[in-house]
């Protein structure tokens, strides 16, 4: 009968008696990792490349914030739901293309002004179409059912220009 024992010293030797030392498969799992990383975080580097994420160039909504207001802001008895009146005036954005086109609003309803720390407010989104440059169109934003005793506070949160084609 061949017995054979092994006898453990510094370094990792019981794994040479397989045929794998340690440092070898400590490469294997830093290269794993690597690659790993390199699948989840370069695809995601590609999209904030492309999106212009990461040049600090302005936002092109802005211009179209500027021509948007809210004209009111009132509680509907009835459904006792926020209502929104907005009013976009075709400026800095439709003045541009040299025609009209249409404006997607934003609409932010809170409690007020000052928005609170971590708290969500709700939105609501609403189209005004055909706005011609130096032309005023209105249109109305329903927001959420609101509390009876508290004053609603509405804002423009975004706005987005579409030049008509």
Known sequence: MNLRVLVGRAGGGEDRAMGVSA?????WLVGL????????FAPLGLYVWASG???????PQRPAAQ??????????????RVV?????????????TGGGGAY???VEFRE???PA??????????????????????????????????VPWCGVAAAQFTPSP
């Open 23 to 27: 440092l070898k498969w400590q490469g």
């Open 67 to 80: 021509d948007v207001r809210v004209a009111s802001c009132r509680v509907e008895p009835a459904s006792r």
């Open 104 to 106: 997607v609003v934003t």
């Open 117 to 150: 720390p971590g708290a969500r407010a709700a939105q609501a989104l609403v189209r005004v179409p055909g706005v011609a440059p130096g032309a005023t169109e209105r249109g109305e934003a329903v927001g959420p059912v609101w509390p009876a005793a508290k």
């Open 53 to 59: 994420g990461g040049s600090g160039a302005a936002s």
């Open 112 to 114: 007020s002004a000052d």
């Open 33 to 40: 990792v690597v690659v790993a990383g390199l699948l989840v």
């Open 84 to 96: 929104a009146s907005v009013e976009v005036t075709g400026g800095a954005a439709a003045g541009g």
